[in-house]
């Protein structure tokens, strides 16, 4: 079961494992922009990474398709 989550880091790549975005707030999003421009529509990488209050980490990984 998952607790208090204490940390956490989004991570959205490119399909050539360029970053495009990053974040350690679970409140924000991306919003399919590169730069400040639109991303191309296609598939992206994600990757979660939660570590809980009692020290256990969750790792959430998947793609996204992105259509305009």
């Given amino acids: 079961t998952f607790v208090d989550p204490q940390s956490?880091?989004?991570t959205?790549?490119?399909?050539?494992?360029?970053?495009?975005?990053?974040?350690?707030?679970a409140l924000e999003g991306w919003d399919g922009t590169i730069n400040g421009q639109?991303?191309?529509?296609?598939?992206?990488?994600f990757r979660i990474e939660i570590t809980d209050s009692l020290g256990a980490n969750f790792v959430k990984t998947?793609?996204?398709?992105?259509?305009?």
Avoid: K
Wanted: glycine share 10%; proline share 3%; no cysteine.
């Fill in 8 to 10: 956490f880091e989004m």
């Fill in 12 to 25: 959205v790549y490119n399909r050539w494992g360029q970053v495009l975005f990053e974040t350690s707030n």
């Fill in 38 to 45: 639109p991303a191309v529509e296609g598939t992206y990488v």
């Fill in 62 to 68: 998947g793609t996204v398709l992105l259509a305009r």
